[in-house]
């Protein structure tokens, strides 16, 4: 049974930073991509970013140069470090995991953590 977990989420000022962790525990299993989406209120679900098991990273527009994904590989743990807020991102974020090697493989998610940007 495979588990993931996000935290770090919470209300923070604009300008502000925050840490986004998540974990993935279960079954001896491998992790290729992780990644982060949002959804936002009366919004489509968006990628925010991902990235691979060797370190390869792509980022939505909106939050190069702000935001930075990194991975623990031998944690099964992805973090995403969110600075310069602004009120637009503003949403619940949503962690996942692309797991092969396991009886059944696929794209696993989190129960998502909300980040909320406001003063």
């Known amino acids: 049974q495979v588990r993931v977990v996000e935290s770090g989420g919470g209300l923070v000022q604009p300008g502000g930073s925050l840490r986004l962790s998540c974990a993935t525990s279960?079954?001896?299993?491998?992790?290729?991509?992780m990644g982060w989406y949002r959804q936002a209120p009366g919004k489509q679900r968006e990628l925010v970013t991902s990235?691979?098991?060797?370190?390869?990273?792509i980022y939505a527009d909106s939050v190069k140069g702000r935001f930075t994904i990194s991975r623990d590989n031998a944690k099964n743990t992805v973090y995403l470090q969110m600075n310069s807020l602004k009120p637009e991102d503003t949403a619940v974020y949503f962690c996942?995991?692309?797991?092969?090697?396991?009886?059944?493989?696929?794209?696993?998610w989190g129960q998502g953590t909300q980040v909320t940007v406001s003063s």
């Open positions: 996942y995991a692309d797991i092969v090697a396991i009886a059944t493989p696929g794209r696993y």
């Open positions: 279960g079954s001896i299993f491998r992790i290729t991509t």
């Open positions: 990235i691979t098991s060797s370190g390869s990273t």
